[in-house]
Each structure stands twice: as C-alpha cells, then as structure tokens.
C-alpha cells in the first residue's frame, strides 16, 4: 500500500460544477497538506498550503484536512475550462523547506465548456 | 530569475550515455530537491539539499545517479550509464521553507 493514495481518475465535469478531489494517507506523521496543479509539460505548480487540520480558503479553492481520518480534500467552485489539469496532493512530516514531499497519483480533471 | 528554472527541457539520449541535468533555483531559497515522475504518476523523492549541504539522498534509485550543488545555488543531477527506466521527467524544486516552487522539468528518453 502507498503511503498516499489518490484516484486518478480521469474526472469530467460540466464548466460552472462543484469538483472535489480528495487523497487518503496511511503514515500519521504527515503534518503539512498541500494541492498542486499541473498542467500538460509543465511543472506543479503550489495551489494549496494547509497544516494540521482544518479548512483553507483561497478563491474558488477549499482545501480541507481531517487528521482523524487522514483524508483530506480539495473542492472547486465554478469550475472553469482553464481548471483543466492533473490535481497532485502532497504531504510531509516538517515544513516544505526541510523535507521530502510525497505525493499522490494525480488527478486528471477536465472542465468541458 | 522569476521562478525555478532547469536546462535542458528535453533530452534525448541513448543507452549508455551519460547525462547532466540543471537547476537554477529561486534566488536566496536555501533548500533544493530533486524528483523524478514517471508517465501517469506522481512525483518521487531523489534527493535534497541545503545550501550545499547533500541532507537526504535516499531516493537516489542507484549509484549511477549523482547530485551536487557545490556553491548552493544551482544545481546538477547527473546520470551515468543511463539505462530505458529511466525514461522520466526530472523536477527540481526550491523551497522558502514553506512551500516548495517546482521548475517545468526536464524529460529524459532514452533509447
């Protein structure tokens, strides 16, 4: 078993949806939760930085973690066509300067117009 | 620079050969990691540094993979003898200690 597992979907929603991707984690020492976007031959790219438990707000962007259930989530309100891309979930034990991240599958996500 | 930057962004090379791939990190960001993404997955661990300091290097998947930093800016991973596995993108990333800024990568063919 993977310590991060993550759907990959591929997930196809309508512009205007409600998306909500989430990943699931097995090692308890993961502290800080982030989403990152990537698009085709791009890099990620950091969309979401939360540690601990709790929501985050950004935008159209909710990142929610709940330690208890080690799940956590990120939901995207009226999604748009340039939301299209693979959606990874990373997790470390310390703070994103000093450790490794380890990641999820990815989620790929297309907005049709 | 803006952002992370890594040269070259392609990089076709035939079995055997060796390779050398660079990362340019953001200006003053003191930690650098490697990773390497396979096709359809996420991306994994080599190695990092701070400063030039070589922290962590357990993700390295064999001896023929070598990284340095020796002045703790850029960066270079270099692969010897290279072999069809490791067909890849390599990311680099640095980190302002709170979130590490990825680079577009460089994608590694080997024939």
């Known amino acids: 078993q993977k310590e991060v597992e993550q759907d990959p979907g591929p997930l196809s929603v309508p512009e205007g949806a409600i998306v909500s991707l989430n990943c699931t984690y097995s090692n308890s020492a993961f502290q800080y939760f982030m989403w990152y976007r990537q698009y085709s031959r791009k890099g990620p790219e950091l969309l979401m930085y939360t540690y601990s438990s709790g929501n985050k707000e950004d935008g159209r962007f909710t990142a929610q973690v709940d330690k208890s259930s080690k799940y956590i989530s990120l939901f995207i309100r009226d999604s748009q066509p340039s939301d299209s891309a693979t959606y990874l979930c990373?997790?470390?034990?310390?703070?994103?300067?000093?450790?490794?991240?380890?990641f999820g599958k990815g989620t790929k996500l297309t907005v049709n117009p | 620079g803006a952002g992370v930057s890594q040269s070259p962004r392609y990089k076709v090379a035939k079995r055997g050969q060796d390779v050398a791939l660079r990362c340019d990190p953001i200006s003053g960001h003191v930690s650098l990691f490697w990773y390497q993404q396979a096709l359809g997955q996420g991306p994994e661990f080599l190695t990092y540094f701070q400063n030039e300091a070589q922290l962590d290097k357990s993700g390295l998947p064999s001896d023929r993979f070598f990284a340095e930093r020796p002045e703790g800016s850029v960066s270079t991973l270099k692969i010897q003898r290279t072999q069809q596995e490791d067909s890849a993108v390599y990311l680099c990333?640095?980190?302002?200690?709170?979130?590490?800024?990825f680079g577009p990568g460089t994608r590694l063919t080997v024939l």
């Open positions: 990373a997790m470390s034990a310390a703070s994103g300067g000093s450790e490794k991240l380890v």
């Open positions: 990333a640095s980190s302002d200690d709170v979130g590490q800024f």
